[in-house]
């Protein structure tokens, strides 16, 4: 299905004074022909002008008005045949029908979030199914904010994460997104979620050995935690291949929450914090290491005092415990001879 733009179709104020102007005239024509009647004239000018008044208002119904970034599709007797976009007062056929089947539609987005601030014109819109209605079957052709609920999905390493994400979208083919899908709202979402999944399936939480994230057959350092950028750029891509047929663009999307699941989140905190102490327990003693070395050239080279290899030995110990302690040192004086 491809995308007609109606052109040349804003004559909507020229059609409503022209109406107004019909219906003063016949308003004039019932008088005369009225008048007619009673001096014993002929009635075919009141019968008329009753006709035209019973079948004009008709021409009211082809009025259609559209704000900024707005698009009307219109059928007529089930034929596609265009869409009004832009704003600006219309005059199209009266008898065309605009069709939207997401209308009713009310996802978790940004342009979805329904204003009742006047209940009483709301129930009386409900009851005559007029204004709501017209309202309700214009596509709106502005960024939107889609903000699915969060998903648990394994990574590649099997475990259970929670991850969500919000997608910045638009439509823009107004004919493939009414009619080459059901519900282009609900289709965009249920995309969203399948391809959330295929993409996270990819990637391990965190960075892991033997794990290839990008097919090249090598193994690389990718993660959902350390390569947002790179996950929610394949994210979009998938996205967009998948909703191209609905005439929606995916301008961006971004990873907005990402954990562990809440049965084996405090197990891989412990696990963190189990590295964090073993790095800083390397970084202590590779310190610890240099400190001692550069104490006993120091010595050496002033000739301080002059130790053998078991002295040597029990020095370095002494000093490793302090420096690597968790705990300040409990200094010993010993007032005696070394040996």
């Known amino acids: 299905m491809q995308e007609k733009i109606l052109e040349g179709k804003k004559h909507g104020m020229l ?170 709202k609900e289709f965009l979402s249920l995309q969203c979620d399948s391809a959330l999944r295929n993409i996270v399936r990819i990637y391990p939480y965190d960075v892991a050995p033997n794990v290839d994230t990008t097919g090249d057959g090598m193994a690389d350092e990718g993660s959902l935690r350390g390569s947002s950028e790179i996950v929610a750029s394949r994210i979009k891509d998938e996205i967009q291949s998948r909703v191209e047929e609905a005439g929606i663009e995916v301008v961006e999307a971004r990873i907005t929450y990402l954990a562990y699941a809440t049965e084996i989140a405090a197990v891989m905190l412990q696990r963190q914090q189990a590295s964090a102490i073993i790095d800083a327990r390397k ?9 001692v070395e550069m104490a006993l050239e120091r010595l050496n080279e002033k000739q301080i005092v002059e130790l053998d290899e078991e002295r040597k030995a029990a020095m370095v110990s002494n000093l490793l415990v302090v420096l690597c302690g968790n705990h300040d040192a409990q200094p010993i004086v010993n007032s005696g001879s070394l040996y």
Not at 166 to 175: G, I, K, L
């Open 283 to 291: 970084m202590i003693v590779d310190g610890a290491v240099g400190m």
């Open 15 to 184: 059609v409503l004074l022209g109406v107004i102007v019909l219906y003063i005239a016949l308003v004039i024509g019932i008088v005369i022909g009225g008048i007619m009647i009673e001096e014993g004239g002929s009635p075919i000018l009141l019968i008329a002008c009753i006709i035209v008044a019973c079948v004009a208002w008709i021409l009211l119904l082809g009025l259609k008005v559209l704000k900024p970034q707005e698009a009307l599709v219109l059928t007529l007797f089930g034929r596609y045949v265009g869409t009004l976009k832009g704003d600006g007062f219309y005059f199209v056929n009266p008898f065309c029908v605009s069709v939207n089947p997401a209308s009713q539609t009310k996802l978790n987005q940004s342009g979805d979030v329904k204003n009742v601030a006047n209940p009483v014109l709301a129930i009386a819109n409900q009851t005559t199914g007029t204004a709501i209605e017209a309202e309700s079957k214009k596509i709106s052709l502005k960024i939107m904010t889609l903000n699915n609920s969060r998903q648990k999905i394994n990574d590649c390493l099997g475990n259970p994460i929670e991850i969500g994400i919000a997608v910045t979208w638009r439509v823009v083919d107004t004919a493939k997104a009414v009619f080459n899908v059901d519900n282009y």
